[in-house]
T-cell receptor, first 110, second 114 residues
């Protein structure tokens, strides 16, 4: 059965810290891996990763995929209270169906 | 920036009633999806829709559920006879042909079945 596992389930850090969120997957027909940020309601798209070893960056956020070891990490540097959210990892299979992880709840304390 | 919209934002209904959740996908998108998220649980795929028909559906998407694109803009999810366990946040998403991997989500409809 396809699955996506995120760790940790929750994380509390202080403003200014750097965090690394993990996502591992076992998906038979992998197409891409996506990171979303979920605050109060809908997930908002962060990154899509399809190739190993190529880092995607957006401001203080970056992400990379390892297709050999079947995982991805999401890094957030110099965290701010506005980064507090649930970060969701989803893997898209060959049918374009998203298989979701349970999320990492990130709390940034001032 | 174009966005997916959903109405209503909240709906409370009695068990056994029919509900229709509405979505307006991004205008040039061709693929449409419904997901649900029961409070405190994972986001779950329900159904994908392309070219006026269902492309994929999950085990959750049983005969109680149906989807429709009644006109050029709306995409609806109907639950025929709601059950208590249908209480969840329902998200609509859409993607275009070239970027099917990138699904853009609407704000969701919070459905509460009493």
């Amino acid at each position: 059965e396809d699955k996506v596992v995120q760790s940790p389930l929750s994380l509390v850090v202080h403003e200014g810290d750097t965090v690394t969120l993990n996502c591992s997957y076992e998906v038979t027909n992998f197409r891409s891996l996506l990171w979303y940020k979920q605050e109060k309601k809908a997930p908002t798209f962060l990154f899509m990763l399809t190739s190993s070893g190529i880092e995607k960056k957006s401001g203080r956020l970056s992400s990379i995929l390892d297709k050999k070891e079947l995982f991805s990490i999401l890094n957030i540097t110099a965290t701010q209270t506005g980064d507090s959210a649930v970060y969701l990892c989803a893997v898209q299979d060959s049918n374009y169906q998203l298989i979701w992880g349970a999320g990492t709840k990130l709390i940034i304390k001032p | 920036e174009p966005e997916v919209t959903q109405t209503p934002s909240h709906q409370v209904t009695q068990m056994g009633q029919e509900v229709i959740l509405r979505c307006v996908p991004i205008s040039n998108h061709l693929y449409f999806y419904w997901y649900r998220q029961i409070l405190g649980q994972k986001v779950e795929f329900l159904v994908s829709f392309y070219n006026n028909e269902i492309s994929e559906k999950s085990e959750i998407f049983d005969d109680q559920f149906s989807v429709e694109r009644p006109d050029g803009s709306n995409f609806t999810l109907k639950i025929r006879s709601t059950k208590l366990e249908d209480s969840a946040m329902y998200f609509c998403a859409s993607s275009d042909y070239r970027g099917r991997e990138t699904q853009y989500f609407g704000p969701g409809t919070r459905l509460l079945v009493l």
